[in-house]
Each structure stands twice: as C-alpha cells, then as structure tokens.
C-alpha cells in the first residue's frame, strides 16, 4: 500500500510541474503518427498500454506499470514501449529531454484509444502522462457493438464477473490472460460486421443470449476459493457445449430421423 501511495504522489508532484498537453491544428506530423498508432492491431494489446515517445533530440526517462513497477529508458528520437496494466489499470511514462533545444511527447494508448499524453519544448524539459487502462484487456468489444454501448446492463455484467470475480483469483486471471489471446484475435473484426449490418448484428445477439443468461448464474453464488472459481468455470464450459454443440446436432439428428421415417 505504501509503494502504490508513493507511486501516485510523486506522479502528481511531476505532473504539476510540467507542461499542459495540447495538440494544436498546426502540428499535422504529431498527429499523423499519433493516429497511425492507433489504427494498428499490433498496438492492441489485452492487458497492456503502449507508450509512444515522438522527440528529435535525446531523452530520459522511465516507465511505470500497473502492478507498481517501473523500467528506466532513454534514448534519441521517436520510441515505442509495451507498459503492463496490471491489477491497478494505471501506467504512465515519465521523460525528460537531455538538452536545450528540440521538442519531446509522450503519448500513452490502450486498445485503439487515447489515454494520455503531453508534450514540452522547453530546456530540459520534462513530459510526463498518465493513463488509466481500460478494464482487463480493453473492454467486452462484440457484447458492446451488440447492445450499442459499453454501458449495456449485458456489459456491465460481463464487466463485472471479470474484475469482481475471475480476476481476483489465480486461476481466473490465468484464464483471462488465455482467453484475452484468443479473444482480441478476431472480436474486433466481429464487433466491426456488426456496427456495419443491422441483420447480423441481430443474428450475434441471440446467439449470444444463451451464454450471457448462463454467465449471469455466477451472480448468485459464492466463489471465494481457486477450487470453487475451477468447479463453476468448467460447470458453465460444459453447459455452454451443451446448448451451443450437444442440442443442435441432437434436434438435428432428431429431425432427419423423422423424415427418415416418413419418407
């Protein structure tokens, strides 16, 4: 508790002393690089931020992570850092130019968006920005696009069976960490078809009501232990094969069987 105490001061004691970021009109170059950033997959990570420093002179400076650990860099020029969002969702990047002239900008993105960033011309100067990560991995992307808002009852609840539930335990946020892999490999993509066709937007939706009425059975009980996180997490696995995989291919069966018989 000390370290992460220590942590916020000495960022809000950094961050009174430094320029306020602002992205003028004029400076086109800046703001080409920032959102070519963030148009590109590699840059969306589950779990993690990227650090962007864009300068033309040398820097110094350091890298801190959510889990309250923190990495020295330095360098010349334009940089890229992976900082870890850890359990606290926080990260940010402190530098600060090694000479008089030239400018220097940090910029910090997660999952496609903005999170923080500063800039500073002045001699020696120091540009520091913070970014509060969102969520475990960036956000519940198909469930959003499918009820039009990250503030859907539907993703609130996913929202919160992760952070409140799986993330608190080994297991489960071993699990997120897998599943995140598997996940952000081909949700962004889904989550773009359905913002684009009305008709399969609607076709996501009732397929996935089934696994979201069956996730919302967690609610209702008590896992404050690895054994009982494991026994719910493979009860639902099972259950879900069950209604996705087990029951078409059974009515399936049942139904050729029938004409079978008739014919």
Same mark, same amino acid.
Request: with cysteine; net charge negative.
């Given at each position: ?5 220590f942590?916020?001061?000495y ?6 002393v430094t ?9 086109e ?10 148009t590109?997959e590699?840059n969306k990570i589950?779990?993690k931020a990227?650090i962007l420093v ?35 969702n926080f990260?940010?990047g402190l /530098? ?10 940090v910029?910090i ?9 500063e800039?500073t011309t002045a ?12 969520? /475990? ?16 009852? @539907?993703? @609130?609840?996913?929202r919160e069976? +992760?952070?409140?539930?799986?993330l608190?335990?080994e297991?489960g ?6 599943f995140n892999?598997?996940?952000y ?8 078809w359905? +913002?684009?066709?009305p ?7 009732i397929?996935?009501?089934?696994l979201l ?9 008590e896992?404050?232990s690895?054994?009982?996180v494991?026994?719910?997490?493979i009860?639902?696995?099972?259950l ?5 995989i ?10 050729v069987? +029938?004409?079978?018989?008739n014919s």
């Amino acid at each position: 508790m000390k370290k992460i105490f220590f942590f916020i001061l000495y960022s809000l004691i950094i961050f009174s002393v430094t320029d306020s970021f602002g992205v003028t009109q004029t400076d086109e170059e800046f703001k080409s690089k920032v959102n070519r950033e963030l148009t590109l997959e590699e840059n969306k990570i589950p779990g993690k931020a990227i650090i962007l420093v864009y300068s033309d002179t040398n820097w110094s400076g350091s890298v801190a992570h959510g889990d309250g650990s923190s990495s020295s860099k330095d360098g010349y020029g334009d940089a890229k850092f992976i900082a870890d969002c850890g359990k606290l969702n926080f990260v940010q990047g402190l /530098f600060q130019k090694q000479g008089e002239d030239g400018s220097l900008g940090v910029v910090i993105i997660q999952n496609g968006k903005l999170i923080g960033s500063e800039t500073t011309t002045a001699a020696f100067g120091i540009a520091h920005a913070t970014g509060e990560c969102s969520g /475990f991995g960036g956000g519940c992307l198909i469930a959003s696009a499918t009820y039009g808002t990250e503030l859907a009852p @539907q993703v @609130q609840q996913l929202r919160e069976l +992760r952070d409140n539930v799986l993330l608190q335990t080994e297991s489960g946020s071993a699990f997120m960490s897998g599943f995140n892999q598997f996940y952000y490999s081909f949700s962004p993509t889904i989550a773009d078809w359905e +913002r684009q066709n009305p008709v399969f937007k609607e076709a996501v939706k009732i397929g996935i009501t089934p696994l979201l009425t069956s996730l919302s059975i967690l609610n209702y009980v008590e896992m404050d232990s690895e054994a009982e996180v494991l026994g719910y997490g493979i009860s639902l696995i099972i259950l879900n094969i069950g209604m996705y995989i087990v029951a078409p291919v059974g009515i399936g069966m049942f139904v050729v069987s +029938r004409k079978s018989k008739n014919s």
